[in-house]
């Protein structure tokens, strides 16, 4: 049984926690006050962006799924199930938005009903993210897809250009910020949002103009769900991995848990006691 109709996964690539902090973020901040969060949530190492994405939707470590740069590992990781593959297999409606490749093989061919990509490059476009959120606004609405990935790569590109926690990157996640929740509010005002759950995170940290490593900064980032049946303004004490990210949404979409997966379902997250497998 589902406790949602369908779920949104928004990811902000290399977002700290402390730049929710210190950034103006009105929306994370709502999102923040009505769900549940962990301010220290792990990634995986090495914490770049294919291999923490690929742990996102498949659910295992990097040493399982095979990818340990930017380019995908066909032999290993075509054989574990992303959550795309899952959701597609059950017959539910799938979707993605991102302006970055190679999240393009986070999903097997024919598992995404829609996608769409627009790649601006390695600088911060904010009328390409707009365009972004529009689109995937859009069709959320039109199509109410189960199972709808949007990604916005800007806060990584402002770290390497000027430095994560520089001024520069703060007022790019401040830009994100708006635009989703320009996407929420729309989700909210179409009378949707009583359905739909919402998790917000990030693949990794940064620190200087890099990431990659095992340091804190690299490591920690925010993981946010809201939605029906999930706990409001609640602090997470309970450790949260990125690869708890696919079987808690599959747990919200009534999908079984390909048995694979080693990520868990983040139980303390609900108000109702969960079960330790789906």
């Known amino acids: ?44 190492m090495p914490s770049i962006t294919l291999p923490c994405h690929a742990s996102i939707f498949q659910a295992v470590p990097p ?51 829609f996608v769409y990509f627009r790649n601006h490059g390695k600088n911060v476009r904010r009328d390409f993210e707009q365009k972004i959120g529009e689109v995937a606004t859009e069709y959320i609405l039109a199509q109410q897809p189960a199972c709808a ?3 916005f790569g800007s806060p990584d590109l402002a770290g390497h250009h000027a430095g ?53 900064e690299d490591m920690t980032v925010p993981w946010i769900l809201t939605g029906p049946g999930v ?3 609640c602090q997470l004490s309970c450790p949260v ?10 747990y919200l979409l009534g999908l079984p848990r390909p048995a694979v997966w080693e990520g868990r379902v983040v139980r303390a997250a609900f108000e109702e006691q969960v079960a330790d497998e789906i």
């Open 1 to 44: 049984m589902s406790l949602v109709k369908r779920v949104i996964l928004i990811l902000l690539d290399g977002l700290r926690p402390d730049g929710v902090a210190q950034a103006a973020t009105p929306t994370l901040d709502r999102l923040v006050s009505t769900g549940a969060y962990s301010w220290q949530a792990r990634a995986v």
């Open 63 to 113: 040493s399982s799924h095979g990818v340990l740069d930017n380019v995908w590992a066909h032999e290993t990781a075509d054989a574990i199930p992303s959550l795309f593959d899952v959701a597609h297999q059950a017959g539910l409606g799938t979707a993605a938005f991102y302006s970055w490749e190679p999240l393009r093989d986070l999903a097997r061919p024919g598992a995404l009903d």
């Open 149 to 151: 990935f949007v990604y």
């Open 164 to 216: 994560w926690m520089s001024e520069y990157y703060l007022q790019t996640v401040t830009l994100i910020d708006g635009i989703v929740g320009r996407l929420l509010d729309r989700v909210a005002n179409a009378g949707l949002l009583a359905e739909t759950a919402c998790l917000l995170l990030a693949d990794h940290g940064g620190q200087g103009k890099v990431h990659g490593s095992a340091l804190a």
């Open 231 to 233: 706990r409001r303004g």
């Open 241 to 250: 991995s990125i690869m708890d990210t696919a079987p808690t949404l599959a």
